[in-house]
């Protein structure tokens, strides 16, 4: 009598464990159609951003411009793809398709709007959207569908998106500054830049097409918001020299990706040049065999500061224009 009821305990213990077992994939099983309805998604969508839009001449043949056009598509792409997303659903027996189909399309628009914040580009560049689609389908399904979805999974699910956010930010900076990295690494003329004293360093750009670098430095006082920054710092262009540079009778050099003929203008220094306008003054130094201009004379720039920058222009390291 214990022997068997040991027996029947023992199958029961076998038995318990086959239907955990089983159970698993029980609980995932009303999530594989939803997850394939955005894989679909997914692909759809890239099929449709590689298709050769003319959105220029779209914008102008509407009459809406570009701005608008752009408006238009943010409000009826997630409209689009609820629509799409709840036939597709019902298709494939998913009932009912349209909590699935909305709350997909909402989550699909989160994502998107996280993953550019995190990377710079939706949907991690578009071609990781059928993925990525699949998994914010499985997930509606596993919060919206009626004996699947619970008030902890809608909290959990919330939680992940609040987390999500501070941490897509800081992809994203960290993104930003290696983009910047690699730009100003890949410059085709030395690095120059002075001693700031006082003024901090804002928007460095290596042109590759130019072939120049260029900043803006801002004296203590001046935000980049101010409309008048760029007559309140100093404008700095670095530069090759171009052949109708002949100082002291012709000072023509790059300004801002614009070549500028100053005129005749005076050597203060050896190789260093000074000539003014009617609303600028400007510092020409030829260093590390490229022309650096300094552009200022504004109400907060002293003709000391701008002389002082000229003489301690050197080669500097990238973090010297990326620090904050």
Known sequence: MDATAEEQGGGGGAGGGGTAKRRAPEVLRPLIRPAGVGALLGVLWIVVATLPWDLDDFCQSEGWGCLGVALLLMAAVPVVAALLGWVLLRVVGVRPAWRVAGVGALLGVLVDFLSYRAAGS????????????????????????????????????????????????????????????????????????????????????????????????????????????????????????????????????????????????????????????????????????VIVVLTGGGPTVSDGDMRAMADSLKVRKIGFFLDD
Do not use: M
């Open 122 to 289: 939706g949907l991690w560049g578009s071609f990781a959207a059928p993925l990525l689609l699949a998994a914010v389908y499985a997930v509606a399904a596993a919060v919206a569908l009626p004996g699947v979805g619970t008030l902890r999974r809608w909290g959990a699910l919330a939680g992940v998106l609040v987390l999500l956010w501070p941490v897509t930010g800081a992809l994203g900076d960290h993104s930003l500054a290696e983009q910047e990295e690699r730009r100003l690494a890949a410059s085709k003329v030395p690095l120059l830049a002075p001693e700031l004293k006082g003024y901090r360093v804002y928007f460095p750009e290596a042109n590759p097409y130019g072939g120049t670098f260029g900043y803006l430095l801002l004296p203590p006082g001046v935000k980049t918001s101010d409309a008048d920054r760029e007559h309140r710092g100093i404008r700095v262009t670095v530069g090759p020299q171009v052949p109708g540079f002949a100082p002291p009778t012709a000072c023509e050099a790059e300004s801002s990706g614009v070549r500028v003929n100053a005129g005749p203008c005076e050597q203060v220094a050896p190789d260093t040049w000074r000539s003014t306008t009617y609303d600028s003054v400007r510092y020409i130094a030829r260093r590390q065999g």
